[in-house]
């Protein structure tokens, strides 16, 4: 499975901004698909994620109640928006792939190790 992420840019504090991942494979509903950022300097942390069904979430203290992770099966399409951006929420942000964990989305959050498949990050830039 390649994973492709987009939807990056620049924006301005409180915007919004929707980034998508495109997964080219197959069993793409087979997949646990979550979102991970990474700040210049510091380590990659997780954002969100959602179960094979969409129909389970998880998400970071940080970003509850301003992001929302959802999927498009029909279209193997993950996608995070994004509103309320803060100067804070500033990183790279990579689109990842886990099979066969169910709903049990907090090993995602919690062993990147175990991820099956990173797409290439991109940038969002909040300035204020």
């Known amino acids: 499975v390649q994973l492709q992420a987009s939807g990056g840019g620049s924006v301005q504090v409180g915007d919004s901004v929707r980034l998508s991942c495109v997964a080219m494979?197959?069993?793409?509903?087979?997949?646990?698909m979550g979102w991970f950022r990474q700040v210049t300097g510091k380590e990659r942390g997780f954002v969100a994620a959602?179960?094979?069904?969409?129909?389970?979430?998880l998400y970071a203290d940080s970003v509850k109640g301003r992001f929302n992770v959802s999927r498009d099966n029909a279209e193997n399409t993950l996608y995070l928006q994004m509103n309320n951006l803060a100067s804070e929420d500033t990183a790279l942000y990579y689109c990842a792939a886990r099979q066969f964990i169910g709903t049990r989305l907090n090993t995602m959050r919690e062993r990147e190790d175990k991820i099956d498949y990173w797409g290439k990050g991109t940038l969002v830039t909040v300035s204020s």
């Open positions: 959602v179960d094979w069904s969409g129909r389970t979430t």
């Open positions: 494979g197959r069993a793409f509903d087979s997949y646990a």
